[in-house]
């Protein structure tokens, strides 16, 4: 059986396997950050698959010929689509630097970290308690823009519409509270 090398780790196939599949199933970063996400998933047309082989695989298919004329690659750096390369006998894989494995001045070491955006940290919410002592109900629409103004999201500037313009009724907190304790009904479970 085959032993496919890819930095440092061997990986022992079956003859004939597909280079992408064995490199997948052993958990190894064949891609780019972003190119997990954007791949082709083996069709062979983005070319972020790009590896330097040494060692004896299957001859290049037209498609993978093709893709690998387009930029950001170049017929001249010898790289193969690992997707379309067959294991026919012992490899040494080596994988290169960029979204496409196009830059053969960085290869790519297993255990460094890799070029990528950094990822999007989760921002705690704000918690705010509302200053003010009453609550004005005029609209759901009022409600919403005075929850705005008190976060700091919006300016609190007047509106200039009829119903901004009439007089608001004043419900306190206690008020409320004792509007509710009345509405409950007594004894029941």
Known sequence: MPIVTFGGVQIECELGANLRRVLLNAKLPLYHPVARVTNCRGLGVCGTCAVKLRGSASWPTK???????????????????????????????????????QDLNRPVRLGEPRSCPPPCLPVAPKVFEPAVPSIQFRSSRSVIRSLHVASGRRPASPRRHRAAMSEPARVTRAK??????????????
Do not use: M, N, S, Y
């Not at 950001?72 to 979204?99: I, M, Q, S, W, Y």
């Not at 409320?176 to 479970?189: A, I």
């Open 63 to 101: 498609i993978e010929a093709a893709r690998l004329r387009l930029p950001p690659h170049t017929a001249e750096a010898g790289l193969r689509l690992a997707c379309k390369v067959l294991v026919h006998g012992d490899l040494d894989v080596e994988k290169f630097g960029g979204v496409w494995g």
């Open 176 to 189: 409320l509270v004792q509007l509710v304790r009345e509405r409950e009904p007594v004894g029941t479970f």
